[in-house]
């Protein structure tokens, strides 16, 4: 019955989790800015205080012994705290160009808001040990972070300032014309299959972890997490800093070309003995020539230029929820590719403690590191090649935001005046 209950339950939460994020990046475009004062702030603002409420009553059990109570209380909580936390980061992403209008200004921000992410992860690696001191222990741990994070969210949405005459237009399409806009782009497909190949590859990474471990001595999962927390950060920042120089998706190509030589010269050299700390020191190499992924987000949002170019209007809410359709099909798909790897590599599932992997397995898991990524980096090379907005098109695209803003910055300063001027000649 537990068992019925939790698959019940997962496809419930799954098909909220498919749908929800285009239908709220919908929402969030076609909010009524001089109804609501806001078109994006407004769902960070209260939204996230919201969001950080059930990060903590999510850890408060309804029953322990009901199967149909913790049914519910799994199910409720789960969409809950997932459309928060859709809406509000979705918002959030959507939110960059209001703040930073050229691309090089946004890979700096991504750049900040990843190395603050990390900084803010770091609970993280002591919630298991809070866990086991008891659930009261825990539930205060998550409730000190629930209080912080709804004061930075209330903060933050308090000094930020969006720029209305962006979205002064009532011309966004319905839920049903834009998906179909959305899928016609060119620029967002090639895109969207581009990063599906890179959150196959987050997902496997992040899923079986413990099988990695085995690679490592007892004990090393945490120096490993922060040693790829700090090459990641690295790459990061040295791919804004050549992207100031360079063009981006250059960068990518060479970047993920070096990456996939290093990381196959990695795992012939792991079959080999006593060459654990070279093969260690490639991979390590390796994430940080991954540090091109700053340029995710900001590619997507030359997307949405392109879009404004097009349709003259801006819809980030929209693309960022389409987009993550992909993205979860990804993390559904990547864990299968995983297990099944492994099955085929005789690792022993469920194995009781001390129990000790065959080599073969051993080897599995080795390929599941380091061959399975390069496939999936190479197949993203592949969509990135279609991907059009490079180049002299680019620059074009460039040149017309620019001047696109500035001319609805000007049309939106003489709405604001020409009330007074009427008021000016009545008086006259």
Known sequence: ?????????????????????????????????????????????????????????????????????????????????????????????????????????????????????????????????????????????????????????????????????????????????????????????????????????????????FAYALLFTEGFETILLILFGLGGIIGQWVFVRLSEKKEIQSLIMHGRTIGIFITIVAFLLSLLQGTDLIWFGLLIIKVILGGYSVFINPYLLLVCDEDEMKYDTRREGMFLGTNAIFNKIAETLGPIIAVTVLVLFNFRQNAPEGYIQSETAIIGIKFLLFIVPSIMDVLGMIALRFYPIKGEYLKELKSYIKKAHQEKLIEYEKTKESPKNDSTRERI
């Open 1 to 209: 019955m537990e068992t019925l209950f939790f698959v019940i339950g997962m496809v419930i939460y799954g098909i909220f989790n498919a749908l929800n994020d285009p239908l709220l990046g919908q929402m969030s475009d076609r909010v009524d800015v001089k109804k609501w004062g806001s078109r994006r702030l407004i769902f960070i603002k209260y939204g996230g205080p919201i969001w950080a409420l059930f990060f903590f009553i999510i850890w408060i059990p309804w029953g322990y012994n009901n199967q149909i109570i913790i049914f519910l209380h799994f199910v409720i909580m789960m969409v809950l705290y997932d459309n928060m936390l859709t809406l509000v980061i979705l918002v959030w992403d959507a939110l960059l160009p209001e703040i930073a209008e050229s691309i090089e200004d946004r890979n700096k921000i991504f750049f900040l808001a990843n190395l603050v992410g990390i900084i803010g992860g770091v609970p993280v690696l002591f919630a298991l040990s809070i866990m086991k001191a008891g659930l009261i222990t825990f539930q205060i741990f998550s409730g000190i972070l629930a209080v912080i994070s709804a004061i930075i969210f209330f903060i933050a949405a308090t000094k930020l300032r969006e720029r209305p005459e962006l979205h002064q237009e009532k011309n966004v399409p319905g839920f049903i014309e834009s998906i179909k806009q959305c899928l016609q782009s060119k620029s967002f497909v090639s895109f969207s299959f581009y990063r599906f190949f890179i959150e196959l590859n987050n997902f496997m990474l992040m899923s079986f972890m």
